[in-house]
């Protein structure tokens, strides 16, 4: 199930955490301050706005209920042209332009019964061309205010923004002598304010904010990426590349870093345990496994049933008498180093060397069958390699029994080795062996007498038994079974 | 330990039920008293004159304004010379507005519009509330506009109604005051 996913590097998903999170965290802090900050400015400019609103309503209010409605054109006529941003203009309560033409005059003069207001002949004045559909809401009943955004097109893409206010004049109880009492609104006044500039300056920051956030986050991912590369990922990479080469045997490699962080320490740490396993590895040519398996388990001796092997290359004395010192271990060592292979295959352990002997140790499941078969093949290397040995050939002894298996030695040298009467026993078979023979004692015969053919018994005399030892001369496989 | 237990989540739970129980009531609707009670038709008129004639706001619909005992009670005071008229606290006036300028008799009204003195109450404009009663459904809901009181304020200068305010006493928004402009002894 693991295998199918995808792997991504220590870098990829530390950086992706932090962008994120910097994008995520900060990012949506920037937004929301960035959004609280338009709010902010989108009320004190509507607030601004309104205030104006409401100065130039109360203004024109005043003036046209003193009856001065002339003054009141000229006030907003005098708006229109001097503030560029904020266009004033008076609708009737149809949504005619108010001052447009005389039709008002006529009714005040009819209502009062008298020609009180000339006619005039006069352009309208200048102002919005149509008011909105939400006219109608303004000069209904009740009538309402409204505040409202009345954009055309975008601000962005050379359009308009508008903040537009419809304030609804009542009719009020005073106005009716000259206006009548059958209506409730004298008209809407519209103030419509250009803010087109302040969108687009807001627009221009918020996208300025974003643009430098993203390249910041940008920034920060490469350079933390960068970091994280060079301090994390390169000194883990290095230290599983060595981890790799001791998998494979290979204990030369070393971690190279002079950091003194945690991953330098890591690193020493590595280096030093490749150091140990090395040495360690090393021993494992000179320290017999059931030592090395007594370090690592303990070293408190125990009794325990063992088959116990004894080489020994028959000859060799005069050999040394006869060759020079590097023939002389140059064909000890291939001899010995054969056994060992052969000890080794059959599931034995090497406990020792000494001189041209070997005692090699079987332990667990048909341990004295697997002794058997490798000192057949001890003897049948022998015949092969005669060339190969310079003639010299090895005898065996095999016993199996009780030993005490245990620390032997001194505080400062000591092997962790076989002792008991199996280990003389299976000495002494070796010893009367000759060249080629294997000698067993009479209870590995007990144990696997039906899986190899022997000779005997023979009855024999070893030094330190009182009695005579029934032993057998293991000479071959059973039918049927190969060595 | 499993007694300590159940206290402790009962205490949770007991807490978390107030917290509710207040988060609940914090979003409960606010009810607006009813202050033109059932008994308000047997309030008396605040004017004789007939109201048949047409006005901005209510077109020319018959009304017929009537005020509380607490409105009653109020007298002017005098102030600059002139007459000043404060209504007390409580004032109520309810004037029942009629679908035509000359209803049946024993025929309902078609809206109250109400205004009460509540000078404390932030939703109070001049001193008042000013309410618009949904017959069909019988509630009343503070007109939060500026409308009413725009006209209102009309009150306190001359104007075209009864005696239409010649001396501009301040009459606290009520265009019909108890007296001789009303027409209407106490």
């Known amino acids: ?483 | 330990m499993t007694n300590k237990c159940a206290r402790r989540a009962f205490r949770i739970g007991g807490l978390s039920l107030i917290a509710l129980s207040g988060l609940l009531a914090s979003c409960a609707p606010v009810r607006t008293a009813i202050y033109a009670t059932p008994d308000y038709p047997t309030w008396r008129r605040t004017t004789n004159v007939i109201l048949d004639y047409p006005i901005p706001g209510h077109q020319n619909r018959f009304r017929i304004p009537r005020m509380n005992d607490v409105g009653f009670g109020a007298y002017p005071t005098t102030q600059s010379g002139k007459p000043r008229w404060d209504f007390p606290e409580g004032t109520v006036i309810v004037k029942e507005i009629y679908q035509t300028p000359k209803p049946a008799v024993g025929e309902a009204p078609i809206q109250l519009t109400i205004m009460v003195k509540a000078p404390n109450d932030p939703r109070a404009q001049g001193g008042w509330l000013w309410i618009t009663r949904d017959l069909p459904n019988g509630k009343e809901s503070v007109f939060m506009g500026n409308f009413c009181i725009t006209c209102h304020a009309n009150a306190n200068e001359k104007h075209p109604y009864g005696d239409g305010n010649p001396n501009e006493e301040f009459r606290d928004y009520v265009y019909f005051v108890p007296g001789e402009g009303s027409k209407i002894n106490r």
């Open chain 1, 1 to 483: 199930m693991g295998e199918g996913r995808r792997s991504f590097s220590l870098t990829f998903k530390v950086n992706l955490i932090l962008v994120t999170a910097l994008a995520v965290g900060i990012g949506a802090i920037m937004v929301a301050f960035a959004v609280s900050l338009v709010a902010f400015r989108n009320q004190l400019t509507i607030q601004s706005l309104m205030r104006q609103g409401d100065d130039h309503f109360v203004a024109i209010e005043t003036l046209m209920i003193s009856g001065n409605a002339p003054e009141a054109v000229g006030y907003f006529t005098k708006v229109n042209l001097t503030n560029a941003a904020t266009t004033i203009t008076l609708y009737r309560r149809d949504g005619t332009r108010a001052f447009s033409d005389n039709s008002t005059i006529e009714k005040v003069n009819q209502n009062l019964g008298l020609k009180r207001f000339q006619v005039k002949d006069r352009p309208p004045p200048p102002g919005m061309a149509m008011p909105t559909p939400r006219f109608a809401e303004a000069a209904g009943l009740p009538p309402q205010e409204f505040f409202f955004r009345d954009d055309v097109g975008s601000a962005l893409t050379g359009g308009k923004a508008y903040f537009r206010t419809y304030r609804p004049l009542i009719n009020l109880p005073k106005c009716t002598v000259c206006h009548g009492a059958d209506h409730t609104v004298r008209g809407v006044i519209d103030i419509r304010s250009d803010v087109t500039e302040v969108v687009r300056a807001q627009a221009f920051s918020i996208g300025g904010a974003g643009a430098g956030f993203f390249a910041m986050v940008a920034i920060l991912a490469l350079v933390i990426g960068s970091f994280l590369r060079r301090v994390v990922l390169r000194p883990v990479q290095s230290i599983g590349k060595v981890c790799v080469q001791v998998t494979s045997g290979n204990f030369d490699g070393k971690v190279d870093l002079k950091s003194n962080d945690e991953i330098g320490v890591l690193a020493r740490t590595v280096n030093t345990m490749v150091g140990g396993l090395h040495e360690r590895f090393e021993l494992t040519k000179y320290v017999s496994a059931g030592t090395i398996g007594a370090i690592t388990a303990g070293q408190e001796p125990r009794r325990v049933v063992r088959t116990l092997l004894f080489t020994d290359v028959r000859g060799f004395t005069s050999y040394t008498e006869q060759h020079g010192p590097e023939q002389v271990v140059s064909v000890l060592n291939r001899i010995l180093e054969k056994q060992s292979e052969i000890i080794q295959g059959c599931g034995g352990d090497i406990d020792k060397f000494v001189g041209d002997e070997i005692l090699a140790v079987f332990s667990g499941d048909k341990a004295q069958s697997r002794a058997c078969t490798a000192a057949l093949r001890m003897v049948r290397l022998c015949a092969e390699s005669v060339e190969e040995f310079e003639h010299l050939t090895v005898g065996v002894g095999i016993a199996t029994g009780s030993v005490i298996h245990g620390m032997v030695g001194s505080m400062r040298r000591a092997d962790f080795t076989v002792i008991g009467d199996s280990v003389n026993l299976a000495s002494r078979l070796c010893g009367m062996a000759k060249g080629m023979q294997i000698i067993v004692c009479d209870a590995i015969h007990a144990e696997v007498g039906s899986e190899f053919q022997f000779k005997g018994p023979f009855s024999v005399r070893v030094k330190g038994k009182i009695e005579a030892q029934r032993v057998w001369l293991l000479t071959g496989k059973a039918s049927g079974r190969s060595p």
